[in-house]
């Protein structure tokens, strides 16, 4: 069974860094790429970062030039480096593992999901 398990998450103060880390156990039939979501308080969950198996990245705006993913596939583990972090970054973040449905032969899609880790950042 396919399972995600994030740690590194905790209180920080504005300015400061975390990484984040995933790691995945079991095996991802058709994986075509890792992602990182959160969720801040009372609002919907959304794409933080993506990165797939040909090593493209994406960010979403707000954290462009402070984060950054990266993978360790012999390890099995997914991170997510935050620097300068701001007090609209407190959130609970996912680790998320997509893949092709159908035998691999269907588009991309998120298919497992972390527990969260909760970052709480502080002024």
């Known amino acids: 069974q396919v399972q995600l398990v994030e740690s590194g998450g905790g209180s920080v103060q504005a300015g400061g860094s975390l990484k984040l880390s995933c790691i995945i156990s079991?095996?991802?039939?058709?994986?075509?790429?890792m992602a990182w979501y959160r969720q801040p308080p009372g609002t919907e969950r959304e794409l933080v970062s993506s990165?797939?198996?040909?090593?493209?990245?994406t960010y979403t705006d707000s954290v462009k030039g402070r984060f950054t993913i990266s993978q360790d596939n012999a390890k099995s583990t997914l991170y997510l480096q935050m620097n300068s972090l701001k007090i609209e970054d407190t959130a609970v973040y996912y680790c998320?593992?997509?893949?092709?449905?159908?035998?691999?032969?269907?588009?991309?899609?998120?298919?497992?999901w972390g527990q969260g880790t909760q970052v709480t950042v502080s002024s």
């Open positions: 990165i797939s198996t040909d090593g493209t990245t």
């Open positions: 079991g095996y991802i039939f058709s994986k075509c790429g």
């Open positions: 998320a593992a997509d893949r092709r449905p159908r035998g691999g032969i269907g588009a991309c899609k998120t298919t497992y």
